[in-house]
């Protein structure tokens, strides 16, 4: 949002999210698709699309390609196929989100009181897994963040040839800030949408695990838990002793340029998370899972 290229794009066409009922959501459980290919299906956006690439198609509305991001838009794919036979549909896979599903039902399994949502997992990372390969087979093109989710997409549609497209940031919009005053109270810092489901459970499991640790030999440490809409589980955690829930900043870089330490303690997830990129830019340490970190060619104690 802070740099959309507005003066190079011909159109930008906006379409609120749907809002599904729980009855709807309830539904879409008995169909053979996942949970996800559901989410964002909305007649605004389909008779958007239609306008777009059917009824105004004239010479110059001829699309050489035409680009889908993420798996939540697929189902968008034969729609453009049959308004645009001649454009070449490149598929862009943001995550493996089977493979997301997966490592959720494996961090729930271990806590009794996430069964149900384990559960949920367990149902539907099948469903994904076929989806995801399904979606492989109508692009023409499939692009993706890291070797090993290219490695992952290939096990899963044999002869496919995904091309990877690394993740990157504007340098120029990431100063390297200095090194923090080493007298002040260490302060631990973790960034992202807090009512996504791998965020959520990186700081239930952070401060509940991890940080009583780091209390217990630095009792002023500090976790700042920086980002918008946080959900209620993240709401509670302000009440453990050094934790503080900022919920939505105008700016998070001020953030985690001051960390001492930029944490990313996430147990779900696939593709490469972007917030590292932003402390690697910004100069802060950063204390991390091998899943949190995956998709950077990075070593402990050589970076």
């Known amino acids: 949002n802070r740099g959309l290229p507005r003066d190079l794009l011909r159109d930008v066409i906006l379409i609120p999210p749907p809002r599904r009922s729980t009855a709807a959501r309830l539904r879409q459980q008995l169909s053979p698709l996942p949970d996800l290919a559901h989410r964002l299906r909305s007649p605004a956006w389909e008779a958007a699309l239609r306008q777009l690439l059917g009824e105004r198609r004239r010479e110059d509305t001829r699309f050489d390609n035409v680009q889908v991001e993420g798996l939540e838009l697929a189902w968008n794919l034969p729609l453009v196929r049959a308004l645009q036979p001649q454009a070449r549909l490149i598929y862009d896979a943001h995550n493996v989100e089977y493979q997301l599903q997966r490592t959720a039902f494996a961090a729930d399994l271990r806590r009794p009181a996430r069964w149900p949502a384990a559960l949920y997992s367990l149902s539907q990372w099948p469903r994904l897994r076929r989806y995801e390969a399904e979606t492989c087979r109508r692009a023409d093109a499939v692009a993706c963040v890291s070797e090993q989710d290219a490695d992952t997409l290939r096990a899963l549609s044999p002869g496919l040839r995904p091309v990877v497209v690394p993740n990157g940031l504007d340098l120029d919009e990431y100063p ?54 946080p959900e209620r589980r993240v709401t509670a955690l302000g009440a453990s002793p050094g934790v503080r829930v900022l919920g ?39 204390v991390s899972t091998p899943l949190g970190a995956a998709g950077f060619p990075v070593a402990d104690e050589r970076e």
Do not use: C
Request: glycine share 10%.
């Open 248 to 286: 939505a900043v105008p700016d998070t870089r001020p953030h985690i340029a001051g960390a001492g330490v930029y944490v990313a303690p996430l147990r779900m997830g696939g593709g490469s998370r972007f917030k590292l990129l932003e402390a690697f830019a910004l100069g802060a340490p950063v």
């Open 176 to 229: 390297f800030s200095p090194p923090i005053e080493r007298d002040r109270p260490p302060r631990l810092v973790f960034t992202g949408k807090m009512d996504y489901r791998p965020n959520v459970d990186a700081v239930e499991w952070f401060v509940g695990e991890i940080f009583p640790l780091v209390r217990a030999a630095r009792p002023d440490a500090e976790f700042h838990i920086v980002g918008q809409q």
